[in-house]
Nanobody, 124 residues
Framework: QVQLVESGGGLVQAGGSLRLSCAASGRTFRSLYMGWFRQAPGKEREFVAAISWSGGSTYGADSVKGRFTISRDNAKNTVYLQMNSLKAEDTAVYYC?????????????????WGQGTQVTVSS
């Protein structure tokens, strides 16, 4: 079993930055592939970014490429999402997810473990 706790959300003006954190416990963190997803009101949960167990491979959605960066610190059992140049359309609840199988999953069905989410609101 894996427990995930997100933090770092908040209210920011368009063009600003935020860094989300996700702390994991309950299983060897370095064995997990991690992802970030987001869900805006009335919309389905969508993929944002994913990272391999070592951090050597990452993948991001086209909508965030060049603005968001996913990273991890295995010594701290934490994965991060650095968000720069935020836009109003980035407003959503952001979720951290984990999977034990290898692979940079991009769909919600590929992840077995989820955090409770953290709200990000970008004002225009």
């Amino acid at each position: 079993q894996v427990q995930l706790v997100e933090s770092g959300g908040g209210l920011v003006q368009a063009g600003g930055s935020l860094r989300l954190s996700c702390a994991a416990s309950g299983r060897t963190f370095r064995s997990l592939y991690m992802g970030w997803f987001r869900q805006a009101p009335g919309k389905e949960r969508e993929f944002v970014a994913a990272i391999s167990w070592s951090g050597g491979s990452t993948y991001g959605a086209d909508s965030v490429k060049g603005r968001f960066t996913i990273s991890r610190d295995n010594a701290k059992n934490t994965v991060y999402l650095q968000m720069n140049s935020l836009k109003a359309e980035d407003t959503a609840v952001y979720y951290c997810a984990a999977r034990a199988r290898p692979g940079l999953g991009i769909t919600v069905y590929e992840y077995a473990y989820w955090g409770q989410g953290t709200q990000v609101t970008v004002s225009s």
